[in-house]
């Protein structure tokens, strides 16, 4: 089992920034791709950001490309997602996720993560 909770949402005017986080806990962090994914009101989730288990390698949608930094630190079991240069368009509920797959690459499917956090809200203001 594999507990996420996020934290760090809140209301951010347009064109500020905003760093949200995901805490894990119950199996080894390092041991498996984390992803980011939002839900914005009456749409459906929709794919964010991905990162390897080591870090290395991340992967983006094309709407947040060049504005959001996925982060992990392994030794405090915590994936990030920097939200810079927002939009209102921005505004979601913003979930974290765990790919515990154990050959798999970043993915942006939602199907291939197996444990979700709660999820945070993120408000951006025009």
């Known amino acids: 089992q594999v507990q996420l909770v996020e934290s760090g949402g809140g209301l951010v005017q347009a064109g500020g920034s905003l760093r949200i986080s995901c805490a894990a806990s119950g199996r080894t962090f390092s041991s498996f791709d984390m992803g980011w994914f939002r839900q914005a009101p009456g749409k459906d989730r929709d794919f964010v950001a991905a990162i390897s288990k080591s870090g290395r390698v991340t992967d983006y949608s094309a709407s947040v490309r060049g504005r959001f930094t996925i982060s992990r630190d392994n030794a405090k079991n915590t994936v990030y997602l920097q939200m810079n240069s927002l939009k209102p368009e921005d505004t979601a509920v913003y979930y974290c996720?765990?790919?515990?797959?154990?050959?798999?690459?970043?993915?942006?499917?939602?199907?291939?993560?197996?444990?979700w956090g709660q999820g945070t809200q993120v408000t951006v203001s025009s």
């Open positions: 996720a765990a790919d515990i797959r154990p050959l798999g690459v970043v993915s942006p499917l939602q199907r291939e993560y197996e444990y």
